[in-house]
């Protein structure tokens, strides 16, 4: 290795990576420790978390007193902020996101600063449906993104989940195996680029049906 070779070498990615799923033979969690297993191989760090840790009770802003923050908020922001992006995978309830993943967020959103914004994300779902629990990461990009966070736009949802696990925990069919360990090694990329290649942006958000006056200038 040459003196530029050792200059470039970079710290690992870090990726806190957890199921949604609280249930003990859980198909997110499954797929959640598929991907901790394909970031290693690839030279990051998975931070694996149970979900139970950022177990939070219902949101009462007369909770809020002190600025008081249940201890499963306080560890999912300690979390977020000790990793570079994080990974979720989340079953689909009732054609949505479950109810204790919004309620985590909305907690988690209480804090300053907030800790989502411009943290790196990326969705994943197991259902045995025919669509892989899809909706429910179309409902759970929208508090993410509305938080700042770069949600990735190629999401992976595992169909069928119950028949698609081999014995060892592996997904079966080697076609889909296959993207989904591209799709996380892109999003790796990625977070890599993000983290050790910033460059200066310049961009102009002009939103339709409005002219640019200094009002809706939001980036630049
Ligand atoms: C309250 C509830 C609602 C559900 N709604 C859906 C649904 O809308 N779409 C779907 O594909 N599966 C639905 N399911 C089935 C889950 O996809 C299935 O139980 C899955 O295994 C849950 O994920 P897990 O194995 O990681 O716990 C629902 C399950 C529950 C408990």
């Known amino acids: 290795m040459n003196e530029q070779q050792k200059n470039n070498k970079h710290e690992p990615l870090r990726i806190l990576v957890f199921s949604v799923s609280l249930r003990k033979d859980s198909l997110n969690t499954r797929l959640a420790k598929l991907a901790a297993g394909v970031i290693e191989k690839n ?3 998975a931070d694996y978390a149970n979900m139970s840790e950022f177990d939070c009770p219902s949101v009462n802003q007369d909770l809020e007193i002190d600025n008081f923050h249940p201890p499963g908020a306080e560890e999912f922001r300690k979390r977020i902020l000790a990793n570079d992006a994080f990974i979720i995978s989340s ?5 949505s996101m479950p109810g204790l993943i919004k309620n985590a967020i909305d907690w988690v959103s209480r804090f300053r600063p907030q800790p989502f ?10 259902s045995p449906s025919m669509a892989g629990g899809n909706k429910a990461l179309w409902s759970l990009r929208m508090p993410l993104e509305h938080l700042g966070a770069n949600v ?4 992976f949802s595992l169909a069928m989940a119950h028949k698609a696990y081999t014995s060892e925990g592996k997904i079966a ?3 889909l195996a296959k993207r989904f360990e591209e799709n996380l090694v892109a999003f790796m990329n990625l977070v890599e680029a ?3 290649y910033p460059c200066m942006k310049k961009a ?4 339709l049906g409005e002219h640019p006056d200094p009002v809706t200038e939001r980036v630049e």
């Not at 102009?204 to 939103?207: C, K, M, N, P, T």
């Open 91 to 95: 079953p689909e309830y009732n054609g």
């Open 194 to 196: 993000a983290k050790n």
């Open 43 to 45: 030279g990051g760090i």
């Open 152 to 155: 990735f736009p190629n999401m």
């Open 204 to 207: 102009w958000v002009e939103f």
């Open 173 to 175: 069919d080697e076609t």
């Open 117 to 126: 914004n411009e943290r790196h994300a990326l969705l994943m779902s197991a």
